[in-house]
C-alpha cells in the first residue's frame, strides 16, 4: 500500500507563477513531513520541513502547508524560477503501519518544469 | 567536499555476483540509511542504522545485507546479485540533534545495472 501519494507526475508552469505541488499519506502516525528536491544525477536536496503540530512552514519563496484532517499537504513556490525544474519528493516519517521502520516513507514525485 | 560520499557511482555486474556499495559522512551524524529508487516508485528504505551496534531492516530488506563498519561508514552488500536489483541506491544520514526534528542527508547516488 501506498500510505504517501503525489498523484501528478509532472508539472508544468511558468516562469513567475505559482507552483503547487500536492501530497496525501493515509497513516495518521506520520508526524513530521519534508519536501525534497532532486536534479539529474544528484541525490536529493532537504528543502523545507514541517511538524504534525503546524499548519504552515515558509522558507523564502518555499511554503509548505498541512491539512491533517484531509492527511493533505501542499508546497508552495512562489515566484517559480527556472532552477526550480527539478523531481520533487513529497516524504513523511512515523510509525508505519506494521510498525517498525523509523527511516523516511516517500512519494513517488512530481517532475515540475518552469517554462519561460 | 561532500558530506555524503557513495563509491562506487556507477557499476555494472552479472547475476549472482556479490557486491558491495559504500558510504561515507563526514557530517558527524548517528544514523545512516540506505535507500534504492525505481522509475516510478520513489525512494524505499533498505537498511537503516541509529549507531555502530544498531542495524534494522527497512521495508524492501530481503537480499541485502549491511555493515556499520564506523559512526561515519555504511556499507550495503548485494550477496547474489539479481536483475530486478538494478536500481539507483541512495545512503542518507541524520543527527537527531538537527533542529530537534530529524532531516536526512542525501549523498550523490549508485547506479547499479545488474546485468
Known amino acids: 500500500d501506498q500510505q504517501v501519494k503525489q498523484n501528478s507526475p509532472s508539472l508544468s508552469v511558468q516562469e513567475g507563477r505559482i507552483s503547487i505541488l500536492n501530497c496525501d499519506y493515509t497513516n495518521s502516525m506520520f508526524d513530521y513531513f519534508l519536501w525534497y528536491k532532486k536534479y539529474p544525477a544528484e541525490g536529493p536536496t532537504f528543502l523545507i520541513s514541517?511538524?504534525?503540530?503546524?499548519d504552515k512552514n515558509e522558507d523564502g519563496r518555499f511554503t509548505v502547508f498541512l491539512n491533517k484532517s484531509a492527511k493533505h499537504l501542499s508546497l508552495h513556490i512562489v515566484p517559480s524560477q527556472p532552477g526550480d525544474s527539478a523531481v520533487y519528493f513529497c516524504?513523511?516519517?512515523?510509525?508505519?503501519?506494521?510498525?517498525?521502520?523509523?527511516?523516511?516513507?516517500f512519494g513517488k514525485g512530481t517532475h515540475l518544469i518552469i517554462q519561460p | 567536499d561532500a558530506d555524503v560520499t557513495q563509491t562506487p557511482r556507477n557499476r555494472i555486474t552479472k547475476t549472482g555476483k556479490r557486491i558491495m556499495l559504500e558510504c561515507s559522512q563526514t557530517?558527524?551524524?548517528?544514523?545512516m540509511y540506505w535507500y534504492r529508487q525505481d522509475p516510478g516508485l520513489g525512494l524505499r528504505l533498505i537498511y537503516y542504522?541509529?549507531?555502530?551496534?544498531?542495524?534494522n531492516k527497512g521495508e524492501i530488506s530481503d537480499g541485502y545485507s549491511v555493515s556499520r563498519q564506523a559512526q561515519a561508514k555504511f556499507s550495503l552488500s548485494l550477496e547474489s546479485a539479481i536483475p530486478n536489483q538494478t536500481a539507483l541506491y541512495f545512503c542518507?544520514?541524520?543527527?537527531?540533534?538537527?533542529?530537534?526534528?530529524?532531516?536526512?542527508?542525501f549523498g550523490p547516488g549508485t547506479r547499479l545495472l545488474v546485468l
Open positions: 542518507a544520514t541524520s543527527d537527531l540533534r538537527d533542529r530537534g526534528l530529524e532531516t536526512q542527508y
Open positions: 542504522s541509529f549507531d555502530v551496534k544498531d542495524i
Open positions: 516524504a513523511a516519517r512515523g510509525e508505519r503501519s506494521g510498525g517498525g521502520a523509523d527511516g523516511l516513507t
Open positions: 557530517k558527524g551524524h548517528d544514523r
Open positions: 514541517i511538524s504534525s503540530i503546524k
